[in-house]
Protein backbone atom coordinates (compact mmCIF):
# COMPACT_ATOMS: atom_id res chain seq x y z
CA UNK A 1 0.00 0.00 0.00
CA UNK A 2 1.56 3.25 -1.11
CA UNK A 3 1.89 6.20 1.97
CA UNK A 4 -0.96 8.39 0.23
CA UNK A 5 -3.41 5.41 0.74
CA UNK A 6 -2.50 5.05 3.99
CA UNK A 7 -2.98 8.54 5.02
CA UNK A 8 -6.65 8.58 3.52
CA UNK A 9 -9.62 8.43 5.59
CA UNK A 10 -11.14 5.02 6.43
CA UNK A 11 -14.32 6.95 6.51
CA UNK A 12 -14.93 7.20 2.86
CA UNK A 13 -18.79 7.59 3.47
CA UNK A 14 -19.26 9.40 6.90
CA UNK A 15 -16.12 10.55 6.78
CA UNK A 16 -15.43 15.19 6.38
CA UNK A 17 -12.75 14.38 3.84
CA UNK A 18 -15.07 13.17 1.31
CA UNK A 19 -18.53 15.18 2.22
CA UNK A 20 -18.10 18.70 3.48
CA UNK A 21 -21.77 19.02 4.15
CA UNK A 22 -23.55 18.40 6.91
CA UNK A 23 -26.22 15.55 6.53
CA UNK A 24 -29.66 16.94 7.75
CA UNK A 25 -32.23 14.28 7.78
CA UNK A 26 -35.59 16.04 7.22
CA UNK A 27 -38.99 14.89 8.12
CA UNK A 28 -41.72 17.30 7.33
CA UNK A 29 -41.83 19.53 9.95
CA UNK A 30 -39.06 18.31 12.15
CA UNK A 31 -35.08 17.87 11.11
CA UNK A 32 -32.10 16.17 12.74
CA UNK A 33 -28.53 17.45 12.17
CA UNK A 34 -29.85 21.42 11.20
CA UNK A 35 -30.48 24.03 13.45
CA UNK A 36 -33.09 22.67 15.47
CA UNK A 37 -32.04 20.23 17.84
CA UNK A 38 -33.86 17.06 18.25
CA UNK A 39 -35.44 15.70 21.16
CA UNK A 40 -36.58 12.10 21.61
CA UNK A 41 -38.31 10.54 24.52
CA UNK A 42 -40.47 7.93 26.14
CA UNK A 43 -40.03 4.82 27.64
CA UNK A 44 -36.98 2.28 27.83
CA UNK A 45 -40.08 -0.65 26.73
CA UNK A 46 -43.17 -0.31 25.08
CA UNK A 47 -45.74 -1.72 27.98
CA UNK A 48 -48.92 -0.71 27.09
CA UNK A 49 -51.47 1.89 25.38
CA UNK A 50 -52.26 3.60 28.34
CA UNK A 51 -48.65 3.90 29.45
CA UNK A 52 -47.50 5.60 25.55
CA UNK A 53 -50.86 7.65 25.24
CA UNK A 54 -49.85 9.55 29.16
CA UNK A 55 -46.23 9.97 27.44
CA UNK A 56 -47.23 11.10 24.37
CA UNK A 57 -49.73 13.51 26.01
CA UNK A 58 -46.57 14.99 27.77
CA UNK A 59 -44.50 15.48 24.81
CA UNK A 60 -47.42 17.17 22.36
CA UNK A 61 -47.50 19.16 25.36
CA UNK A 62 -43.96 19.95 25.56
CA UNK A 63 -43.15 20.74 22.02
CA UNK A 64 -41.46 17.34 21.56
CA UNK A 65 -41.79 15.67 18.44
CA UNK A 66 -39.61 12.07 18.82
CA UNK A 67 -41.10 9.39 20.66
CA UNK A 68 -38.80 6.33 21.82
CA UNK A 69 -40.07 3.06 23.31
CA UNK A 70 -38.64 -0.17 22.64
CA UNK A 71 -41.00 -3.28 21.46
CA UNK A 72 -37.89 -5.94 20.98
CA UNK A 73 -35.80 -5.28 24.00
CA UNK A 74 -32.22 -6.38 23.83
CA UNK A 75 -32.07 -7.48 27.81
CA UNK A 76 -28.53 -8.68 30.01
CA UNK A 77 -30.71 -11.52 30.72
CA UNK A 78 -33.29 -13.98 28.80
CA UNK A 79 -35.05 -14.25 32.01
CA UNK A 80 -36.02 -10.21 32.25
CA UNK A 81 -39.10 -8.62 30.44
CA UNK A 82 -38.36 -9.07 26.61
CA UNK A 83 -40.84 -6.42 25.26
CA UNK A 84 -44.10 -6.53 23.82
CA UNK A 85 -42.58 -7.36 20.69
CA UNK A 86 -45.37 -7.15 17.75
CA UNK A 87 -47.88 -5.93 20.00
CA UNK A 88 -45.53 -3.28 21.12
CA UNK A 89 -45.40 -2.11 17.29
CA UNK A 90 -48.09 -2.06 16.55
CA UNK A 91 -49.28 -0.15 19.55
CA UNK A 92 -46.61 2.56 18.68
CA UNK A 93 -47.93 2.88 14.94
CA UNK A 94 -51.40 3.53 16.50
CA UNK A 95 -49.99 6.56 18.26
CA UNK A 96 -47.52 7.94 15.83
CA UNK A 97 -50.73 7.88 13.30
CA UNK A 98 -53.06 9.51 16.06
CA UNK A 99 -50.87 12.14 17.34
CA UNK A 100 -48.42 12.93 14.41
CA UNK A 101 -45.50 12.27 16.47
CA UNK A 102 -42.32 10.53 14.86
CA UNK A 103 -41.31 6.86 16.44
CA UNK A 104 -37.71 5.83 16.92
CA UNK A 105 -37.62 2.03 18.19
CA UNK A 106 -35.03 -0.68 17.98
CA UNK A 107 -34.57 -3.44 15.73
CA UNK A 108 -32.58 -6.82 17.18
CA UNK A 109 -32.61 -8.42 14.07
CA UNK A 110 -32.64 -8.82 10.39
CA UNK A 111 -35.67 -10.70 10.33
CA UNK A 112 -37.60 -8.42 11.92
CA UNK A 113 -36.48 -4.81 10.18
CA UNK A 114 -39.44 -4.99 7.86
CA UNK A 115 -42.32 -5.78 10.26
CA UNK A 116 -39.86 -2.59 12.50
CA UNK A 117 -39.36 -0.12 9.50
CA UNK A 118 -43.56 -0.27 8.75
CA UNK A 119 -43.82 0.47 12.55
CA UNK A 120 -41.66 3.37 12.96
CA UNK A 121 -40.06 6.50 11.20
CA UNK A 122 -36.19 5.90 12.60
CA UNK A 123 -34.87 2.36 13.47
CA UNK A 124 -32.59 2.09 16.63
CA UNK A 125 -29.85 -0.17 16.28
CA UNK A 126 -28.48 -0.86 19.90
CA UNK A 127 -25.27 -0.59 21.48
CA UNK A 128 -25.21 -4.74 21.80
CA UNK A 129 -25.50 -4.90 17.81
CA UNK A 130 -23.32 -1.96 16.78
CA UNK A 131 -21.04 -4.80 15.23
CA UNK A 132 -23.77 -7.23 13.72
CA UNK A 133 -22.58 -6.03 10.42
CA UNK A 134 -25.45 -8.59 8.61
CA UNK A 135 -27.76 -6.57 10.01
CA UNK A 136 -26.25 -3.15 9.24
CA UNK A 137 -26.02 -4.47 6.25
CA UNK A 138 -29.58 -5.04 5.54
CA UNK A 139 -30.60 -2.02 6.93
CA UNK A 140 -27.89 -0.56 4.41
CA UNK A 141 -31.16 -1.07 1.54
CA UNK A 142 -33.18 0.92 3.64
CA UNK A 143 -35.15 4.35 2.74
CA UNK A 144 -35.59 4.80 6.50
CA UNK A 145 -33.47 6.65 8.55
CA UNK A 146 -31.35 4.77 11.25
CA UNK A 147 -30.10 5.51 14.57
CA UNK A 148 -26.83 3.79 15.37
CA UNK A 149 -25.83 3.75 19.23
CA UNK A 150 -21.98 3.22 19.82
CA UNK A 151 -21.05 -0.03 21.29
CA UNK A 152 -20.49 -0.15 24.91
CA UNK A 153 -16.64 -1.16 24.50
CA UNK A 154 -16.25 0.52 21.14
CA UNK A 155 -13.60 3.02 19.84
CA UNK A 156 -14.60 6.29 17.94
CA UNK A 157 -13.12 4.07 14.10
CA UNK A 158 -14.99 1.29 15.48
CA UNK A 159 -18.43 3.38 15.71
CA UNK A 160 -17.62 4.98 12.61
CA UNK A 161 -16.94 1.85 10.71
CA UNK A 162 -20.24 0.34 11.42
CA UNK A 163 -22.07 3.20 10.04
CA UNK A 164 -20.10 2.96 6.87
CA UNK A 165 -21.62 -0.82 7.05
CA UNK A 166 -25.07 0.89 6.25
CA UNK A 167 -23.93 3.75 4.04
CA UNK A 168 -22.26 1.61 1.91
CA UNK A 169 -25.31 -0.15 1.09
CA UNK A 170 -27.18 3.36 -0.42
CA UNK A 171 -28.73 4.62 3.17
CA UNK A 172 -26.62 7.81 3.84
CA UNK A 173 -29.04 8.81 6.39
CA UNK A 174 -27.67 7.68 9.64
CA UNK A 175 -28.02 9.04 13.28
CA UNK A 176 -24.94 8.43 15.45
CA UNK A 177 -25.69 8.22 19.51
CA UNK A 178 -23.14 8.45 22.07
CA UNK A 179 -24.64 6.34 25.01
CA UNK A 180 -21.72 5.93 27.50
CA UNK A 181 -18.84 3.00 27.27
CA UNK A 182 -18.05 0.73 29.97
CA UNK A 183 -15.00 1.90 32.10
CA UNK A 184 -13.81 1.18 35.99
CA UNK A 185 -16.35 3.67 37.29
CA UNK A 186 -19.42 1.75 39.00
CA UNK A 187 -21.12 4.59 40.42
CA UNK A 188 -22.81 5.60 36.92
CA UNK A 189 -23.73 2.79 34.56
CA UNK A 190 -21.44 4.05 31.77
CA UNK A 191 -19.41 6.53 31.54
CA UNK A 192 -21.06 9.04 29.16
CA UNK A 193 -17.48 10.50 26.58
CA UNK A 194 -18.74 13.87 26.07
CA UNK A 195 -15.71 14.66 23.87
CA UNK A 196 -16.80 11.75 21.16
CA UNK A 197 -19.71 14.83 20.18
CA UNK A 198 -16.83 17.58 19.10
CA UNK A 199 -14.72 14.42 17.75
CA UNK A 200 -17.49 12.97 15.88
CA UNK A 201 -18.30 16.36 14.41
CA UNK A 202 -14.96 16.52 13.08
CA UNK A 203 -14.57 13.47 11.35
CA UNK A 204 -17.66 13.10 10.31
CA UNK A 205 -20.85 15.18 8.50
CA UNK A 206 -23.45 12.54 10.40
CA UNK A 207 -25.50 14.23 12.93
CA UNK A 208 -24.65 13.28 16.65
CA UNK A 209 -27.22 12.75 18.92
CA UNK A 210 -26.42 11.77 23.28
CA UNK A 211 -28.52 9.63 25.48
CA UNK A 212 -27.55 10.61 28.89
CA UNK A 213 -30.18 7.85 30.42
CA UNK A 214 -28.11 4.53 29.27
CA UNK A 215 -24.92 7.15 29.84
CA UNK A 216 -25.74 7.45 33.90
CA UNK A 217 -28.37 4.99 34.62
CA UNK A 218 -29.52 7.56 36.96
CA UNK A 219 -32.34 9.80 36.56
CA UNK A 220 -31.01 12.63 38.73
CA UNK A 221 -27.53 13.20 36.59
CA UNK A 222 -29.69 13.57 33.35
CA UNK A 223 -30.51 17.30 32.97
CA UNK A 224 -26.80 18.13 33.67
CA UNK A 225 -25.61 16.14 31.11
CA UNK A 226 -28.32 16.80 28.42
CA UNK A 227 -27.08 20.48 29.12
CA UNK A 228 -23.54 19.10 28.63
CA UNK A 229 -24.34 17.30 25.41
CA UNK A 230 -25.83 20.49 24.07
CA UNK A 231 -23.02 22.82 24.89
CA UNK A 232 -20.70 20.13 23.37
CA UNK A 233 -22.21 20.38 20.38
CA UNK A 234 -24.71 17.62 20.15
CA UNK A 235 -27.65 17.40 17.04
CA UNK A 236 -30.06 16.02 19.65
CA UNK A 237 -30.89 14.05 23.03
CA UNK A 238 -32.72 10.70 23.65
CA UNK A 239 -34.16 10.61 27.33
CA UNK A 240 -35.95 7.93 28.59
CA UNK A 241 -39.14 8.97 30.54
CA UNK A 242 -42.28 7.11 32.49
CA UNK A 243 -45.18 7.92 33.93
CA UNK A 244 -44.04 5.64 36.88
CA UNK A 245 -40.64 4.77 36.90
CA UNK A 246 -40.64 2.79 39.56
CA UNK A 247 -42.84 0.20 38.70
CA UNK A 248 -41.07 0.07 34.77
CA UNK A 249 -40.42 -2.76 33.00
CA UNK A 250 -37.12 -1.80 32.33
CA UNK A 251 -34.30 1.06 33.37
CA UNK A 252 -36.91 2.24 36.14
CA UNK A 253 -34.08 4.39 37.70
CA UNK A 254 -32.54 6.17 34.96
CA UNK A 255 -36.21 7.61 33.85
CA UNK A 256 -37.51 11.02 34.53
CA UNK A 257 -41.21 11.47 35.76
CA UNK A 258 -43.07 13.03 33.14
CA UNK A 259 -43.44 16.71 34.58
CA UNK A 260 -39.68 16.29 35.44
CA UNK A 261 -38.83 15.85 31.95
CA UNK A 262 -41.66 19.02 31.09
CA UNK A 263 -39.58 21.24 33.41
CA UNK A 264 -35.93 20.36 31.71
CA UNK A 265 -36.67 21.07 28.18
CA UNK A 266 -38.36 24.56 29.51
CA UNK A 267 -34.54 24.63 30.65
CA UNK A 268 -32.96 23.37 28.08
CA UNK A 269 -34.71 25.73 25.41
CA UNK A 270 -31.69 28.80 26.70
CA UNK A 271 -29.15 26.33 26.57
CA UNK A 272 -29.70 25.31 23.17
CA UNK A 273 -29.94 29.45 22.35
CA UNK A 274 -26.52 29.70 23.75
CA UNK A 275 -25.44 26.61 21.91
CA UNK A 276 -27.24 28.21 18.62
CA UNK A 277 -29.85 25.96 18.33
CA UNK A 278 -33.51 26.21 18.63
CA UNK A 279 -36.00 23.62 20.29
C1 LIG B 1 -32.39 1.46 24.86
O1 LIG B 1 -32.34 2.48 24.17
O2 LIG B 1 -33.37 1.17 25.58
C2 LIG B 1 -31.20 0.58 24.90
C3 LIG B 1 -31.32 -0.72 25.10
O3 LIG B 1 -30.06 1.25 24.72
P1 LIG B 1 -28.54 0.73 24.54
O4 LIG B 1 -28.54 -0.09 23.29
O5 LIG B 1 -27.77 2.01 24.42
O6 LIG B 1 -28.17 -0.04 25.78
MN1 LIG C 1 -33.41 1.53 28.27
Redesign the pocket.
Known amino acids: MSLIAEKTTPFKLCGRENNQEKTVIEFGKTSIGGNELAIMAGP??VESEAQLLEIAGYLKKTGVSIL?G?AY???TSPYSFQGLEREGLQLLNRIRKATGLLVVT?VLDQHTISEVAENCDIL???????QNYSLLRELGRLKKPVLL??G?SATIEEWLMAAEYIMSGGNNEVIL?E??IRTFETYTRNTLDLSAVPLLKELSHLPVIV?P??ATGKYSLVPAMCKAAIMAGADGL?V?VHPCPSEAL??GAQSLLPCKFSNLVRELRDVAALAGKTI
Open positions: CARGKPREQVGSRNMKRMCRGDSHIESD
